[in-house]
């Protein structure tokens, strides 16, 4: 038997209906969409180990770690191999234990909470912090194990779980057309539509997606793939001639954001060392008792906000690949559940905030991933990244965000699966669609739903259908929303 064929039989690619091919540039094609992250991770991360705003360090900046100095770049180059590592790790668990298709990485927003609101607001050292994303990993290890996650995410009220693939395809064309420039900002409606003729970066946003949908309608496989490198290609090469400035169409130079060293300097040391990141992940568990009520509160809102993060992401893209029963499960969902909560603690003694399944491997699984060879793939591209760290940013963000925009479109058919003449299944499943975009949260969209549905229920006099896990949710989701404003507020500090 060659090696194609065990391939083939190890993940049941006949069962799954698959073949190797497919599997292949499903994963190439979700690594695509997911591999900015490999430079934005590391971005947002940079302010909470200087324990500075963003605007007060820059190339120049350097910061004591573990007890050696360490300028922005070092601690930069870090961090992008903690998160390429980290997410390895997720995507391990991912392909061999669970056997789904899905890209795991640190979340974002997770991340902008991890050092926004917690380091810089709250004032609690980065080391502690990195603390509380390991208990709260550990807890997700606890509760995966002995299925509670399993249970408490099929008690989501059906028109709430129908309505999460719609919510999220809303949410990835909102977020990809503010990225390609054809959504603005506006003052007096808060956006508008951008001017194509003024943006160089919304012209060729546009015409990549064009070529991308025409793409996807004629049936060409690899669409999305061809779209995002097709537009990065023509920027670079509109870029070279000399028809537009650097750094308009294209990075002006890999890692220029965070480096005044020069290219061949910058592409020849790399700081692969990044254990004073786990030296400082030492010192923060041994700073839990100076102030433990404030850790409990992060360690909660960590937990909640990935929690339903998690669910949400999970249950969108498996309606997408048609993995969910006729109840709106996903089968064995306790195994994917275990790659994020392996992912988070693993991270999190490496220096990353939360490991979360990634929206974006509704691109992959679009292009026809439904095993976990296709996160195989995506945790083989992580792999490699490991050598070409320096030019990961080569690729222009936007050209990326055109699988976003082109996912979220597809992902719009789950409204069909929704009864909009039933009030219960209306209301939730609406505010669940609509609340995802405009607050730029899955676990917000999932709160509204699953809030709402009870609510609704007990008003049309059919309290009865509610289970009591039911109204738990909701009460604790109304309990986690009184303690995250208290901390957005600074009504507690380290």
């Keep these: 038997m060659g090696t194609k064929e065990t391939i083939a039989d190890y993940f049941d690619f006949d069962g799954n209906d698959t073949a190797l091919r497919t599997e292949v540039l499903a994963g190439a094609t979700t690594f695509l969409a997911m591999a900015y992250i490999i430079v934005v991770n590391p971005a947002i991360l940079v302010p909470a180990i200087f324990e500075l705003p963003p605007g007060e360090i820059g190339p120049g900046s350097e910061t004591e770690i573990a007890g050696s100095m360490y300028t922005y770049t070092e601690v930069f180059q870090m ?12 995507i391990s668990v991912m392909t061999f234990y669970a056997n789904r298709p899905f890209g795991l990485a640190p979340g974002m927003g997770l991340n902008a909470f991890f050092t926004f609101t917690v380091v810089l607001i709250l004032g609690v050292p980065w080391q502690v912090a990195l603390a509380a994303v390991f208990v709260e990993g550990i807890i997700f290890i606890a509760l995966t194990a002995v299925g509670a996650r399993k249970y408490i995410i099929e008690l989501f009220p059906e028109p709430v779980k129908f309505a999460v693939g719609a919510g999220i395809g809303v949410f990835l064309l909102f977020l990809g057309l ?16 951008g001017n194509v003729l003024e943006s160089p970066v919304a012209a060729f946003s546009l015409a990549g997606l064009v070529l991308t949908l025409l793409l996807y309608a004629r049936g060409v496989r690899g669409s999305i793939i061809i779209g995002i490198l097709t537009t990065a290609i023509a920027a670079w090469v509109v870029t070279l001639a000399g028809l537009v400035s650097p750094g308009t169409l294209a990075p002006e ?3 220029d954001q965070v480096s005044n060293e020069g290219l061949v300097t910058v592409l020849t040391s790399v700081q692969y060392d990044f ?55 996903l089968p064995e969902i306790e195994k994917p559940l275990m790659a994020d909560a ?49 030019l990961m940013s080569a690729i222009p963000q936007y ?33 669940t669609i609509t609340i995802m975009p405009l607050t730029t949260s899955i676990a917000n969209g999932l709160a509204a739903g699953i809030i709402s549905y009870p609510l609704v229920k007990a008003a ?12 738990v949710l909701a009460v604790a989701f109304i309990a986690y929303f009184v303690i995250y404003f208290a901390i957005e507020a600074g009504q507690f500090g380290f």
């Design 79 to 90: 961090l992008a191999v903690v998160t390429i590592l980290a997410s390895i790790i997720a």
């Design 178 to 193: 503010q990225e390609m420039q054809v959504v603005v900002a506006y003052d007096a409606t808060l956006i508008t539509l």
């Design 253 to 255: 130079q890999p890692y």
């Design 275 to 329: 254990t004073p990141l786990f030296f400082g992940f030492i010192e923060g568990l041994g700073m839990i008792t100076e102030d433990p009520l404030v850790f409990l509160l992060v360690v909660f809102t960590f937990f909640f906000v990935d929690f339903f993060d998690t669910a949400g992401t999970l249950i969108g893209v498996s309606q997408v690949g048609g993995f969910l029963d006729d109840d709106g499960d």
């Design 342 to 390: 392996v992912g988070t603690t693993a991270g999190a003694m490496m220096g990353t905030s939360t490991v979360t399944t990634y929206i974006e491997s509704s691109t992959g699984i679009e292009e026809g991933g439904k095993t976990g060879f296709t996160a195989l793939v995506v945790g083989g591209f992580f792999l490699l990244s490991l050598l070409f760290i320096p």
């Design 399 to 431: 050209a990326t965000y055109l699988a976003l925009v082109v996912v979220g479109i597809i992902m719009l058919q789950g409204v069909a699966d929704i009864d909009w003449q039933d009030p219960a299944w209306a209301i939730s499943g609406g505010l």
């Design 460 to 471: 049309m006099g059919e309290k009865r259908d509610v289970s009591l896990g039911q109204w």
